[in-house]
């Protein structure tokens, strides 16, 4: 689900959850004037539908709702994508200390009785909105910060290849030639001829140096780098 950047637009999309109807009214009002869209519902599982459809950017919701309470509506608007990032504000009669604190362990971030004060209700809001704004970017920064990650290893990765490849060719170029070379004597002297064995023997001892170069390409450390040519750089085997 797609979550609002709050530079898009200063107008807020708030959910108003109650099943009294002249709370309803009341908390509409007040958002209104604000300058911020209400969404009025009567009950949680109609604002959770609203919420499936688009995410608000605050919810106001009451603790006791038929179908749904507000106590299930916080927790099941968390579990929808991006839901975690909405804040939610228990607008409700009920008073009570464990009230206040079992609503907020279970997920409400703030909490406001009834009757409340106009000027208290509207700070809350706006401090809410503010933290959801702040929660927002947050994510986009932590999301431009894994990409930006993600980039960088690719390159990294692909510098590392470069470099590989580079070491591979220069370290095995020449005992690769040499083999060639040998290979061609060894199609053109008889056997009988001692330059025969030695081109054998030069062979083997070629393929002996590739293979303990190999060894070390493995376990080469990519730290250990030296100029290669034209400014490029290669991986440094050990005793090179």
Same mark, same amino acid.
């Given at each position: 689900?797609?979550?609002?950047?709050?530079?898009?637009?200063? *107008?807020?999309?708030? %959910?108003?959850?109650?099943?009294?109807?002249d709370?309803?009214? #009341?908390?509409?009002?007040?958002?209104?004037?604000?300058g911020?869209?209400?969404?009025?519902?009567? =009950? =949680?599982?109609e604002?959770l539908?609203?919420?499936?459809?688009?995410?608000p950017?605050l919810?106001?919701?009451?603790?006791?709702m038929?179908?749904?309470?507000?106590?299930?509506?916080?927790?099941?608007?968390k579990?929808?994508?991006?839901? *975690?990032? #909405?804040?939610?504000?228990?607008?409700? +009669?009920?008073?009570?200390? /464990?009230?206040?604190?079992?609503?907020l362990?279970e997920?409400? @971030?703030?909490?406001?009785?009834? !009757?409340?004060?106009? /000027?208290?209700?509207?700070?809350r #809001?706006?401090?809410? %909105?503010?933290?959801?704004?702040?929660n927002v970017?947050?994510v986009?920064?932590?999301?431009?910060?894994? /990409?930006?990650?993600?980039r960088? #290893?690719?390159s990294?990765r692909?510098?590392?290849v =470069?470099?590989?490849? =580079?070491?591979?060719?220069? /370290?095995?170029?020449q !005992?690769?030639?040499?083999?060639m070379?040998n290979?061609f004597?060894?199609?053109?002297?008889?056997k &009988?001829?001692?330059?025969?064995?030695? +081109?054998?023997?030069?062979?083997?001892n &070629?393929?002996?140096?590739?293979?303990?170069?190999?060894?070390?390409?493995?376990?080469?450390?990519?730290?250990a780098?030296?100029?290669?040519?034209?400014?490029?750089?290669?991986?440094?085997l050990? @005793?090179?």
């Amino acid at each position: 689900m797609e979550i609002k950047s709050p530079e898009l637009s200063a *107008e807020r999309r708030i %959910l108003i959850a109650d099943d009294d109807a002249d709370s309803r009214i #009341v908390v509409a009002s007040v958002i209104s004037i604000l300058g911020h869209s209400p969404v009025v519902v009567r =009950g =949680g599982g109609e604002a959770l539908e609203e919420c499936e459809r688009q995410l608000p950017d605050l919810a106001i919701i009451d603790y006791t709702m038929p179908a749904v309470s507000g106590i299930e509506m916080c927790h099941r608007l968390k579990t929808i994508p991006g839901g *975690e990032l #909405v804040p939610i504000l228990m607008l409700t +009669a009920r008073d009570s200390m /464990q009230d206040k604190i079992s609503a907020l362990e279970e997920g409400v @971030d703030d909490y406001l009785t009834k !009757p409340f004060n106009y /000027q208290e209700l509207r700070a809350r #809001v706006k401090a809410l %909105l503010r933290v959801r704004d702040l929660n927002v970017k947050l994510v986009a920064k932590n999301d431009e910060l894994k /990409q930006m990650q993600e980039r960088l #290893v690719a390159s990294e990765r692909q510098v590392a290849v =470069g470099q590989l490849a =580079g070491t591979a060719a220069h /370290q095995l170029g020449q !005992p690769l030639s040499a083999i060639m070379l040998n290979c061609f004597l060894i199609e053109k002297l008889p056997k &009988d001829d001692p330059k025969f064995m030695g +081109a054998v023997v030069a062979i083997k001892n &070629d393929v002996r140096r590739m293979v303990e170069m190999i060894d070390k390409l493995r376990n080469i450390k990519a730290s250990a780098r030296e100029e290669y040519f034209g400014g490029t750089e290669i991986l440094k085997l050990k @005793d090179e």
